[in-house]
């Protein structure tokens, strides 16, 4: 009986069985119908974002509008030369450097932090409001913004200074005041984005398994040991790629903020590479340098996203590729 068992029980070799592997045409043609939904954002790309990179030549070019950018004369790394041997380009770049670290070191956890105070809002009409109050700011832009900030903090008038002026301090000039210049840049960067970026995070906390909560309760954890040991490590994850991208927009603090809040006053400390870049290619005309002057922006944020993605991957297993 003892033979007749195991004779029943020996596993017989599973049959070779050759599976022929489709070619790439086969598969894009069986699954045609996926890949035409695809096509419109493919089209989109190629056109308004990677046919447009062929305008990058003209950095190494003599441009001017009589030959176009195919007859211009090629001048090679001239304009990048002329920018780093440029008497104000360290100051430039010092300055670019220091509002980015700030807004990413500032602004960066404040999405997560609104996130993480909004999930914790048990009344859902009120945590409604709030969400909606505080992401409004995103959809306006910043010619509006300044305007806005021009009006409640001018000292002629403006409610802010009232009420300090009412209190018994002296009224204070905010803008245009190189004494307060990066504290406005960085509270309407916050003020502006907070409210738009904790979504993608309130999005990554209804995902987490509520039963880790319910594991918590049992072994005793109040609301902020939750916080710390079931929430935050289950949104490390989008944490990480939100820092990554970050990371990539150091050389670029965005034009716009720095163009309209920049005053002569404050030039010294407000004139970074977006503004630069602007004012050498639009204002002066001299479109091969200011074309120089973003390639570089752009090669520098292309190093740092590949070297922090590389670090994130190291170290937490976290990466974008």
């Known amino acids: ?23 790439l045409r086969k598969r894009i043609w069986q699954h045609r119908v996926f890949y035409l939904f695809l096509l419109p954002g493919v089209l989109w790309f190629l056109i ?19 030959d176009g950018i195919m007859g211009s004369p090629w001048v090679g790394l001239k304009y990048f030369e002329q920018f ?24 960066f956890p404040m999405p997560i932090i609104l996130a993480l105070l909004l999930n914790e809002v048990r009344f859902t009409g009120f945590k409604r409001t709030i ?19 021009q009006r409640l903090l001018t000292p002629y008038g403006g409610p802010v200074n009232e009420v300090i002026a009412t209190l018994g301090f002296e009224k ?4 245009g005041n190189i004494d307060y210049f990066y504290q406005m840049i960085i509270m309407s960067d916050i003020w502006k984005g ?45 944490m990480v790629i939100m820092f990554i991208l970050a990371c990539g927009n150091i050389m670029s603090v965005g034009y716009e903020q720095l163009l309209l809040l920049n005053t002569p006053a404050t030039a010294s400390i407000g004139t970074v590479l977006d503004v630069y870049t602007i004012k050498a290619g639009l204002e002066e005309g001299r479109f091969s340098y200011a074309t120089a002057v973003g390639l570089f922006q752009a090669t520098i944020g292309l190093i740092l996203i590949v070297t922090a993605n590389q670090i994130s991957r190291k170290v937490n297993d976290t990466s974008l590729w």
Do not use: C
């Not at 308004?48 to 009589?66: D, L």
């Open 48 to 66: 308004f974002s990677y046919v447009p990179m062929y305008g990058i030549t003209i950095a190494f070019k003599e441009f001017n509008f009589a």
């Open 172 to 175: 204070i000039t905010f803008l």
């Open 1 to 23: 009986m003892r033979n007749n068992a195991k004779a029943t029980t020996t596993p017989q070799p599973l049959p070779h069985v050759l599976v022929k592997k489709k070619s």
């Open 194 to 238: 907070i409210g738009w970026g904790a979504i993608i995070y309130l999005a990554a906390i209804a995902g987490v398994d509520q039963q880790q909560y319910e594991a918590a309760k049992i072994d005793g954890a109040g609301r902020f040991r939750q916080i710390w040991h079931v929430t935050l490590p289950s949104i490390r994850g989008v």
């Open 131 to 149: 969400q909606t109050i505080s992401y409004l700011p995103h959809f306006i832009s910043w010619v509006v913004v300044v305007t806005l900030m």
């Open 84 to 107: 780093f041997t440029y008497y104000q380009s360290g100051q430039i770049i010092r300055n670019t450097l220091i509002i980015s670290a700030m807004k990413l070191f500032i602004g």
